[in-house]
C-alpha cells in the first residue's frame, strides 16, 4: 500500500508538469486555432538560455528572470516571424510548427549541445516531509501552487477582462471577431508572449528532473498531447486533470507492470477518451451552424 | 560481271572493310578495358591493399559527428585524429603517412553503410574509430566479405563477438563483462551484500542481466531484482521506489548515460541511495554522466573502465597532444586518442606494405602489448578479439573520476 500511495503522489507530480505542458498545447489552440507541437521545444531553448547566463556567473534567479523578459520576446518573435498566417490555412500553420520543433532541437544542439545532458539546478528548494510514511517533496507542494496561481489567473482573464473576451472570439469565430474590429494578430502575439513565458516556466521545473538537453521536452510532449485530449482540447483546467490522469496511470503501469506499457497506457487512456467522451472530461462540443 | 557491279561490291567491300575496321576497334577498346579492370584488381588481394601509389596507409573512419550521440563521439573523434597526426608529423609508419577517410554517419546505420561501402572501394587497409551500437552490424558484414579489419568499435554488442567474427576486433569488453569482472572486485573491498540491477531496455541488457545475477550469486551476494526502462524514459520514479522498498547494498547500472543520470536524479529526489556503493560500467565513466550526479550521490559511484582516469593520465603523451590541439582532455578524448596509439601500434607490427591481411595478423600475434598509455596491455589472437581483458575502478573525489583501484593485471 505504501509503494502505490507513493507512486500515486509521484505520479501527481508528473502529471502536473504534463499538464502545464498541454495546458499551452490548449491556450495556444483555444486562441489561435492551432495546436503548436512546437512549444515544448521552444520551453527547452529558452531553458539553454538561462542555462548560459547562470553558467557565466549570474544568480539562478537573475537569470531566470532576464530569461522571462527573452522568452516574453522570443513567443512574439515566433509568431511574427514563423507562424503568423501569410496564408495557407490551418494546415499549412501546423506543418509550420512541426518544423520549428525540429529546428530549434537541431539549433540547440548546435549552439548549446557540445557537452549535454547538463545538470540544471532547481529553482525550488529540495527535500521534503514525510505524511503517512509517503514522501511530499516541496518542490512538488509548490508546483502545485504554481499550477493553481496560473489556472485561475487565465480563467479569471478569459472570463472577465476584455483581452480575454476578445481570446475566446477570435478563437470561435475568426472571421467575425476581425469584422467587429478584433484586432487577431495582436491578440495571437500577445498569446505567443504568454505562452513563451510559460514555456520557460516548464522548462526551469522539468531540466533538474531532466537533465537539460535538446531532447529534454520529447517524452513529455506525447504525455501532453494525450493529457490535453483527455481533459479536453476547449478546457483549460481540463488539462492539469488529464496531466494527473496520465502522469498517475502511467506511473502504476510502469510500477506494476513494466515500464515497456508507458507510452502505450497513455495512449490507451487517449483513445478511450475519445471513444467514450469524444471532446473530452471536460471539453464542450463545438457547434457550427450551416 | 564483276566489273558491272565493282561500283556496288566496291561499296559493299568499303563498307565491309570500314565495318571490320569499326569491329577490330571496339574489340581492342574491349581488350584494353577488360585489361585495366585486371590490372587494378590485382592491384590487392581481392580486398583492401591498404597502402596507396603514395605509400601512404589509408584507414577510413565512420563516426556520428552528428546527431544523437554526436557530441559524445566527434570529441573522440578529435582526439584520435589529432594523433594520427602527431604521428604524422614524426615521420609516420616506417616512413608511410597515415591517410584517414573521416566520415559522418550521424549514428545511421545507412549513412554508415554508405560511408563503408567507399572504404571498400577505396581499399583502405582497416575501418576504425566508429563509436555506438547502431551502426557496426550494418558494416561488418561489409568489411567481412571484404576482408577489411573493423577495429576498437566504441559501444561493445555482445552480438557481434558471438559468433567470433573474422574481421571484427574490439578493445572495450562489452558492457555486461565489465559488470561480472567489477562485482566480485567490489564484495572483495567492500563486502557481499543484496544487489539491484537497473538497466536500460536493448538487445544486450536480457543477456547482461543473467550474467550480472550469476556473477553475484557466485560471488555471494544476493540479486534481489532486475529493473528495466526504455531508453529515454521521461521518469524514473517507479522504478525507484520499487527498489527503495528493498533497501539494496548495492545498485548496478546497465544504463545510456543519460538515463543513468536521471536515474540517479530521481533517486536524490526520492530520498533513496544504495546502502553501500552505486556499480557501473565504461557506459556511465565520462564526466557528462557524472556532472548530472548529486553531490551526495557522488561519493558512492564505483564505474569500471577500460581507459585511466583523467586524473591519472597527466605527463602522458596523449595529454600533450591533445592540448596541443587544444582539444580538452576528458575521458572520451582520451579514449580517443588512446585508441589511435593502438591502432599506430598495430600498423607499425604489421608486415609491409601495409595491408588489411597484415593488420589482421599483426594482431591476432599480439600478446599482452602495452600499446597505449591509456589501455591497458592488449592482447588478441585468433580466437579472442577482445583486447582489453583487465579494468580500472574508479570512484569520484571533488567531482571528477579518480583511479580506485583494478581488476586483473
Known amino acids: 500500500m505504501g509503494l502505490a500511495l507513493s507512486v500515486i503522489v509521484s505520479g501527481i507530480a508528473f502529471g502536473l508538469l504534463i499538464g502545464m505542458l498541454a495546458f499551452i498545447l490548449v491556450f495556444l489552440y483555444k486562441t489561435t486555432g492551432v495546436a503548436n507541437f512546437a512549444v515544448g521545444n521552444i520551453g527547452m531553448f529558452e531553458t539553454f538560455i538561462v542555462y548560459e547566463l547562470w553558467k557565466d556567473g549570474m544568480g539562478l534567479w537573475p537569470a531566470a528572470g532576464i530569461g522571462l523578459v527573452c522568452s516574453a520576446v522570443f513567443g512574439v518573435l515566433v509568431y511574427q516571424v514563423v507562424l503568423r498566417p501569410f496564408g495557407g490555412g490551418q494546415a499549412n500553420t501546423l506543418v509550420r510548427t512541426v518544423a520549428l520543433f525540429l529546428l530549434l532541437a537541431a539549433m540547440a544542439d548546435v549552439f548549446f549541445g557540445r557537452d549535454q545532458p547538463y545538470h540544471f539546478p532547481s529553482v525550488l528548494p529540495g527535500g521534503g516531509t514525510k505524511v503517512?510514511?509517503?514522501?511530499?517533496?516541496?518542490?512538488?507542494?509548490?508546483?502545485?501552487?504554481?499550477?493553481?496561481?496560473?489556472?485561475?489567473?487565465?480563467?479569471?482573464?478569459?472570463?472577465?477582462?476584455?483581452?480575454?473576451?476578445?481570446?475566446?472570439a477570435v478563437a470561435q469565430r475568426p472571421e467575425t471577431a476581425r469584422l467587429l474590429g478584433v484586432r487577431a494578430q495582436r491578440l495571437s502575439t500577445i498569446a505567443y508572449m504568454l505562452a513563451g513565458c510559460l514555456a520557460l516556466l516548464i522548462g526551469l521545473l522539468l531540466a533538474p528532473k531532466q537533465l537539460l538537453f535538446s531532447q529534454m521536452m520529447n517524452p513529455i510532449l506525447?504525455?501532453?498531447?494525450?493529457?490535453?485530449?483527455?481533459?479536453?482540447?476547449?478546457?483549460?483546467?481540463?488539462?492539469?486533470?488529464g496531466g494527473i490522469i496520465i502522469g498517475v496511470a502511467t506511473d502504476l503501469v510502469s510500477t506494476y507492470w513494466g515500464s515497456d506499457l508507458t507510452l502505450a497506457s497513455a495512449l490507451a487512456i487517449m483513445l478511450l477518451t475519445l471513444a467514450v467522451r469524444p471532446n473530452g472530461l471536460f471539453g464542450t462540443a463545438q457547434v457550427r451552424r450551416l | 560481271m564483276a566489273r558491272r557491279h565493282s561500283g556496288r561490291v566496291g561499296s559493299r567491300l568499303a563498307a565491309s572493310a570500314h565495318e571490320r575496321s569499326g569491329t577490330r576497334r571496339g574489340v581492342l577498346a574491349a581488350v584494353v578495358a577488360a585489361a585495366a579492370l585486371v590490372l587494378s584488381a590485382c592491384g590487392g588481394s581481392g580486398s583492401g591493399s591498404g597502402s596507396s601509389a603514395s605509400g601512404d596507409i589509408t584507414l577510413g573512419i565512420s563516426v556520428p559527428l552528428s546527431g544523437a550521440v554526436g557530441s559524445s563521439c566527434a570529441p573522440m573523434n578529435k582526439a584520435m585524429l589529432a594523433w594520427f597526426d602527431h604521428v604524422n608529423a614524426q615521420g609516420g609508419i616506417n616512413g608511410h603517412k597515415i591517410k584517414v577517410d573521416n566520415r559522418d554517419d550521424g549514428y545511421d546505420a545507412a549513412r554508415a553503410v554508405t560511408n563503408t561501402k567507399a572504404f571498400i572501394a577505396e581499399k583502405v587497409a582497416a575501418v576504425t574509430g566508429q563509436c555506438g551500437s547502431l551502426q557496426p552490424p550494418a558494416q561488418l558484414p561489409l568489411l567481412n566479405a571484404a576482408k577489411i579489419p573493423f577495429m576498437y568499435v566504441f559501444g561493445a554488442s555482445t552480438t557481434l563477438l558471438k559468433p567470433l567474427s573474422p574481421m571484427y576486433f574490439n578493445l572495450m569488453p562489452t558492457y555486461g563483462s565489465q559488470l561480472v569482472a567489477e562485482i566480485p572486485w567490489v564484495f572483495q573491498q567492500h563486502g557481499p551484500g543484496t544487489v539491484a540491477l537497473m538497466s536500460t531496455v536493448t538487445p544486450d541488457s536480457p543477456t547482461t542481466a543473467k550474467q550480472v545475477e550469476a556473477a553475484v550469486k557466485q560471488a555471494g551476494g544476493t540479486f534481489v531484482g532486475d529493473y528495466t526502462a526504455p531508453p529515454g524514459t521521461a521518469d524514473f520514479s517507479p522504478q525507484v521506489l520499487k527498489m527503495k522498498q528493498k533497501h539494496p547494498d548495492y545498485v548496478v547500472l546497465d544504463q545510456i548515460p543519460q538515463d543513468a543520470a536521471r536515474l540517479t536524479q530521481a533517486m536524490t529526489d526520492n530520498g533513496f541511495a544504495p546502502n553501500k556503493f552505486l556499480v557501473g560500467s565504461s557506459a556511465v565513466s565520462q564526466q557528462t554522466f557524472l556532472a548530472g550526479v548529486s553531490a551526495a550521490l557522488q561519493p558512492k559511484l564505483l564505474v569500471a573502465s577500460d581507459t585511466i582516469a583523467p586524473a591519472s593520465a597527466e605527463g602522458t603523451d596523449c595529454v600533450t597532444v591533445l592540448n596541443a590541439a587544444k582539444i580538452k582532455v576528458e575521458g572520451v578524448t582520451l579514449r580517443g586518442c588512446g585508441t589511435a596509439q593502438v591502432v599506430e601500434s598495430v600498423l607499425k607490427a604489421a608486415k609491409q606494405p601495409v595491408s588489411s591481411q597484415s593488420v589482421v595478423a599483426a594482431m591476432e600475434s599480439m600478446a599482452q602489448v602495452k600499446a597505449s598509455e591509456i589501455y591497458p596491455p592488449v592482447s588478441f589472437s585468433a580466437t579472442n578479439h577482445v583486447g582489453v581483458s583487465d579494468l580500472y575502478v574508479f570512484g569520484v573525489k571533488n567531482g571528477a573520476f579518480y583511479q580506485a583501484g583494478s581488476i586483473g593485471g
Not at chain 1, 509548490?142 to 478569459?158: D, E, H, N, R, Y
Open chain 1, 132 to 168: 503517512g510514511g509517503v514522501l511530499l517533496r516541496w518542490s512538488d507542494l509548490i508546483t502545485v501552487g504554481i499550477v493553481l496561481v496560473i489556472v485561475t489567473g487565465f480563467v479569471a482573464m478569459f472570463r472577465y477582462t476584455r483581452t480575454g473576451l476578445q481570446f475566446l
Open chain 1, 222 to 241: 506525447l504525455f501532453a498531447f494525450a493529457a490535453a485530449v483527455v481533459g479536453g482540447f476547449t478546457s483549460l483546467a481540463g488539462t492539469f486533470v
